[in-house]
Nanobody
């Protein structure tokens, strides 16, 4: 059974940095697309960034220039480097992995940006 396990969330001051990791286990293959989504209280879950197995990336406009997504196909792991964090980045961040028609979600990791 495929499991996605996120780590690296926490409390950080505005302007600070965090690095999220998501390791996929139980899969015999690399996922075509891996990515990160986030959900703030009272809001819908939104795309943050995705990356294909070939390295093509897609970012939400709100985080362009501040966040960088990367992956290690051999480890089936995806990362999100978050710099210049703002209060509005506070949310639960979810890992996502897709190989059509299969899709998997992690349980989420809390990121709180506050002074």
């Amino acid at each position: 059974q495929v499991q996605l396990v996120e780590s690296g969330g926490g409390l950080v001051q505005p302007g600070g940095s965090l690095r999220l990791s998501c390791a996929a286990s139980g899969s015999a293959f690399s996922f075509n697309v891996m990515g990160w989504y986030r959900q703030a209280p009272g809001k819908v879950r939104d795309l943050v960034a995705t990356i294909t197995s070939g390295g093509s990336t897609n970012y939400a406009d709100s985080i362009k220039g501040r966040f960088t997504i990367s992956r290690d196909n051999a480890k089936n792991t995806v990362y999100l480097q978050m710099n210049s964090l703002k209060a509005e980045d506070t949310a639960v961040y979810y890992c996502n992995a897709q190989t059509w028609p299969l899709e998997y979600w992690g349980r989420g990791t809390q990121v709180t940006v506050s002074s």
